[in-house]
């Protein structure tokens, strides 16, 4: 009997303080703010047409309350897993492009110029960022066949997620994530499927949510 495909509901966490600061994260700890909160509200609205039977999530707080959000009507617990984290950014996490270009021009200088990954001082490593990413969906997915999982992180996880399935190598992933977007994949079946990536529509322009 062929393997049943777990249709993975991939959402970014709503707007944090940070985000709205223009502040890089990484695996600093800020909390959502009042427009991050009704974004996962919107999100966890779409959210209930898949029907999702479990909701996973980073344990850093801007992904943990939006899940938290997100499950509430659902009636169902959140699941923390660390792994979900984002990739720490050792030194540039909160500063902004600004600070950056100041205290580290050289790093500025290496992504402006789009050369790819920047050696960063106190950075996790891609080896391990791959390894617990990887190790924390194959879990999820062997857990949940044939069933929808709700699945709240980062955009750097996603990312480096799509990456893996996809077979492209590497960190820094060509896709990009709006907080509390929805990327639907379904994984763990006979061959990949990619339903929807960075999919914003629950989120209103006129609302200022996107």
């Known amino acids: 009997m062929a393997a049943q495909a777990t249709t993975l509901l991939l959402v970014r966490h709503g707007r944090s303080t940070w985000n709205a600061a223009g502040r890089i994260q990484g695996q600093a700890d800020p909390p959502l703010d009042d427009v991050g909160r009704e974004q996962a509200r919107r999100v966890g609205e779409r959210l209930r047409r898949y029907h999702p039977q479990a909701v996973y999530a980073s344990t850093l707080r801007r992904a943990l309350e939006t899940a938290e959000i997100i499950a509430r009507p659902l009636g169902l617990p959140v699941t923390p897993d660390e792994r979900l984290q984002e990739y720490d950014l050792g030194v540039l996490s909160g500063l902004t492009w600004e600070e950056i270009q100041a205290r ?4 500025a200088a290496h992504w402006r110029n789009q050369r790819g990954a920047a050696e960063i001082p106190g950075e996790e490593g891609y080896p391990a960022f791959l390894d617990r990413v990887r190790a924390a969906f194959a879990e999820i997915v062997a857990r949940h066949g044939g069933e929808a999982v709700c ?8 990312g480096l997620y799509l990456n893996y399935l996809m077979g492209l190598g590497g960190r820094l992933s060509p896709f990009s994530f709006s907080n509390c977007s929805l990327t639907v994949v379904e994984v763990g079946g006979p061959r990949l499927r990619i339903r929807a990536v960075n999919d914003t529509c629950h989120l209103e322009v006129g609302d200022d949510l996107r």
């Open 104 to 107: 580290h021009p050289e790093i």
């Open 151 to 158: 699945v709240v992180s980062h955009g750097g996880t996603m």
